[in-house]
Nanobody, 123 residues
Framework: QVQLVESGGGLVQPGGSLRLSCAAS??????????MGWYRQAPGKQRELVAT???????NYPDSVKGRFTISRDNAKNTMYLQMNSLKPEDTAVYYC???????????????WGQGTQVTVSS
């Protein structure tokens, strides 16, 4: 069973930095990871894309975080990171790790989600 566990959230002042990690377990030679990403959800708002990275290393960011956030992967450790710099109060949200993949034996592509980690940007 694929499981994702986020860590690294917390309280930071505006202009500060945080690094989130997402550790994936239950992945082996029987599984194909298509892409991984970070999403966030603020109170009263819909979940939104923060960053994605494909199996070939291509990245994508919305304009709201471009130039401030950097997504990366360590395939050997099955871990994904999100380096967040120049944080703003509007970045406050629960951040979720996402993995899109499928078992080699079946053509079904699935989304997997972590439990989320809180990021609060406030003075």
């Amino acid at each position: 069973q694929v499981q994702l566990v986020e860590s690294g959230g917390g309280l930071v002042q505006p202009g500060g930095s945080l690094r989130l990690s997402c550790a994936a377990s239950g992945i082996g030679s029987w599984f194909v990871t298509i892409s991984m990403g970070w999403y966030r959800q603020a109170p009263g708002k819909q979940r939104e894309l923060v960053a994605t990275i494909t199996s070939t290393g291509n990245t994508n960011y919305p304009d709201s975080v471009k130039g401030r956030f950097t997504i990366s992967r360590d395939n050997a450790k099955n871990t994904m990171y999100l380096q967040m710099n120049s944080l703003k109060p509007e970045d406050t949200a629960v951040y979720y790790c996402n993995l899109v993949g499928s078992k080699i034996a079946t053509p079904l592509i699935r989304d997997y989600w972590g439990q989320g980690t809180q990021v609060t940007v406030s003075s």
